[in-house]
């Protein structure tokens, strides 16, 4: 999961209007003559426009009545109050009361915008002698829209509020910024437009019929920060529907979910994908589910906070579950703005600006990228360019045992030879790199944009394509990998004496810097959306048992728990597929050659445990696994990994070393086993991610979700 944090410098700001800027309205408006009325300037004009503002088709920037409080300090109780006002076009017109509060004077002020269908018990009478905290304190419940209506399902406003210490001045206008008190939430699916072919049916999405769920939105709140979610402030189900050409939707509002909650649940979004199911009889359109985490997880429930916008990205690229309450989750790309806009104060006239909408993106199998930037004088040729490219090298022939260095393009001439190009319009950056099958690894670009003005950003890509590897260095495996348990020397399983030596041992825990020939300490992680091998009949799938095999002899107790929840790889009718996105143990799961049968390979998988990826998890892989990370050394692309006999889950075991090299049957001389680990299932945190040691063996597993 990869996760993204933006700050964008701007903010929505409620310009008090200075008397000359305002003369001419009182001059000639409807309040000709009234000194004593104070106006608010509530039009909200970026001075640095980006695509995270408010959007003015969602009601997002609209205020139609706005509640102003004056104090003598911050902590103090409230002097003089106009509550209910309505603007009159872009002005809030305050009147003054001599006695309590008149120009030249300082104030604390506190603005409340839309928020009379909560505050209507408070007047302009009630609210003196009441103290910020005593208004913000106030539980405020919205019944947020909801349905697949492509219109009609806007809020008519949404509650903000601000405050700041301003002076109320005839020559100087003040300012305050205003806060929307709700989190938003957009999804934006990239599903793919190639047909996904499995056991002899085509699927193709129909992306002008998908919708959104939002799962456990919160309706509740109070402008405080201190509010304490309860369970009925959840919103089990918000609906929405994309756009017919399936890019957007009405986004998602949601209070917060905040870390003070107890019982937090985690809010997350299902998206429903059709795909037309093309067989031999017809065509039918059959719905598939994907759940998708907005930062959060089942163990670590998201945490929404106020004025943020989520921006979730997800590539759709396998088919998911036809059950939502079993949705495949996704690995979603978040994107958290600060939810703001930016007025201009009168007197800023001579400004220079130059903002992109995003300033790290991620290509996701793609060949161009295209980033909408706004600009206050025209970007330079020659400077505004691609400065560097970074991607690793696995098969690096180095003196040391990562087998890995980082090739690093910072020429105009190596980034141009390479095949990446920059180019420009008026308002959009244009990136391009055909990624081909030849592609294993993700690429690192950064762009430096300059304009004439000489005001400069970076612009930080991440290019991967269908097929990549990442490599995970582990120098210190003599200490954070195990066996049963055990970090060195013999293994043997519980229920048998150790001098029942065969059918018995679980191997030797070795060093690999010393007594094997493979001594490459990279675990490799395979991600897979689709195959480039022609002719393969390879299929992406979970290849493990659906029912628990605990295996014989593998009940050890350590810090008291038990194998209990374990899932093999399936013996029979999985020679062929390959899990989504797998990793490979490093040669510190070195194991002696024809020290292992079958089935003490099976045991040794499940007790293994490396770099903080727990036992309980690791599985011997398929037949097509095997097959498929042998192709990838032949290409070069990694070291050989599989250099002698190994087992697979079907029990035959690969030689390298014959001719030809392939699978042979079980001879009973036993053979060696590289253990995989699921990372689609798992995911890819280590135990120290989540509070625990990778130096310590633990039996990570878990019933199947």
């Not at 018990?121 to 609210?127: G, K």
């Not at 070393?657 to 680990?677: L, T």
Request: aromatic share 12%; charged share 20%.
């Amino acid at each position: 999961m990869k996760l993204r944090i933006y700050t964008i410098a701007c903010t929505v700001l409620v310009a008090l209007g200075c008397l000359c800027a305002c003369q001419e309205d009182f001059d000639n408006g409807p309040l000709a003559g009234d000194e004593n009325t104070w106006v608010l300037n509530l039009e909200a004009t970026a001075v640095q426009p980006s695509r995270s503002p408010g959007v003015d088709e969602y009601n997002e920037n609209k205020v139609t009545s706005a509640d102003v409080f004056f104090f003598n300090d911050a902590d103090g109780q409230c002097i003089y109050a106009q509550t209910g006002l309505e603007p009159v076009g872009n002005e809030l017109r305050v009147k003054l009361a001599d006695t309590a509060v008149s120009f030249g004077n300082s104030y604390y002020i506190y603005v409340i915008a839309n928020g009379r269908a909560y505050y209507a018990n408070v007047n302009d009478a009630s609210a003196v002698g009441m103290t910020i905290a005593e208004l913000q304190d106030k539980r405020i419940q919205t019944t947020w829209k909801d349905g697949y209506k492509s219109n009609g399902e806007i809020e008519e406003s949404l509650l903000m509020d601000g405050e700041a210490s301003v002076t109320v001045s005839r020559e100087t206008p003040g300012e305050i910024s205003l806060k929307r008190a709700m989190a938003k939430v957009a999804l934006f699916p990239t599903v793919t437009t190639e047909p996904i072919v499995e056991n002899g049916v085509e699927y193709t999405p129909i992306v002008n019929a998908m919708s959104v769920t939002m799962v456990y939105g919160v309706q509740a709140t109070n402008l405080a920060g201190d509010y304490e979610v309860v369970a009925e402030d959840y919103v089990t189900r918000m609906h929405r529907a994309y756009t017919q050409d399936g890019t957007k939707h009405v986004p998602f509002y949601s209070y917060p979910n905040p870390l003070n909650t107890t019982d937090r649940k985690d809010s997350y979004l299902i998206l429903c994908v059709p795909w037309n199911m093309k067989t031999a009889s017809g065509e039918e359109p059959v719905n598939y589910y994907y759940r998708v985490p907005i930062t959060g997880s089942e163990d670590t429930p998201a945490l929404l906070e106020r004025n943020k916008y989520y921006k979730v990205n997800v590539n759709v690229s396998v088919l998911g579950s036809m059950n939502p309450r079993e949705a495949v989750t996704l690995d979603a790309d978040f994107i958290i703005y600060d939810w703001f806009d930016m007025n201009i104060s009168a007197d800023m006239n001579n400004y220079k600006y130059l903002v992109l909408e995003e300033y790290t993106s991620v290509m996701n199998n793609t060949n161009e990228l295209r980033m909408p930037y706004v600009s206050s004088s025209a970007l330079t040729m020659g400077e505004t360019q691609i400065t560097k490219v970074t991607y690793p090298n696995y098969n690096a022939k180095t003196d040391d045992a990562s087998h890995t260095d980082t090739v690093k393009l910072d020429t105009p001439e190596a980034i141009w030879d390479a095949g990446f190009s920059l180019t420009w319009n008026d308002d959009e950056l244009i990136f391009t790199h055909p990624v081909t099958t030849e592609d294993y690894v993700p690429y690192t670009i950064t762009v430096k944009v300059w304009n004439e003005q000489e005001l400069d950003a970076t612009w930080e890509i991440t290019q991967y394509p269908a097929i990549y590897i990442v490599g995970d260095y582990n120098p210190n495996g003599a200490s954070n990998r195990f066996v049963y348990g055990v970090s060195s020397g013999s293994v043997y399983d519980d229920d048998k004496g150790q001098y029942d030596w065969y059918g018995n041992t679980l191997g030797g825990v070795n060093n690999p810097l010393v007594n094997a020939t493979n001594k490459n300490l990279n675990q490799y992680t395979i991600y897979i959306t689709s195959f480039d091998i022609a002719g393969s009949n390879y299929a992406i799938g979970d290849p493990r048992s659906s029912t628990v095999d605990n295996l014989d002899f593998l009940k050890k107790e350590f810090n008291g728990k038990t194998l209990s929840y374990y899932y093999p790889t399936r013996k029979g009718d999985v020679q062929n597929v390959i899990a989504p996105a797998f990793k490979i143990a490093s040669s510190w799961g070195v194991v002696d050659r024809y020290s292992l049968t079958y089935e003490t390979a099976k045991r040794r998988c499940a007790s293994y445990q490396e770099n903080g990826y727990p036992a309980g998890r690791w599985r011997v892989p398929t037949e097509a696994e095997i097959k498929y990370i042998v192709s990838l050394s032949d290409r070069g692309v990694i070291p050989v990994l599989f250099g002698g006999d190994y087992y697979a889950s079907s029990g035959r075991y690969y030689d390298n070393e014959s001719s030809p090299a392939g699978f042979h049957d079980d001879d009973g001389w036993g053979h060696s086993v590289r253990c995989v680990y699921d990372v689609w299932y798992w995911g890819n945190e280590k135990m120290s991610e989540k509070g625990g040691s990778d130096t310590q063996f633990v039996w990570g597993d878990e019933p199947m979700r």
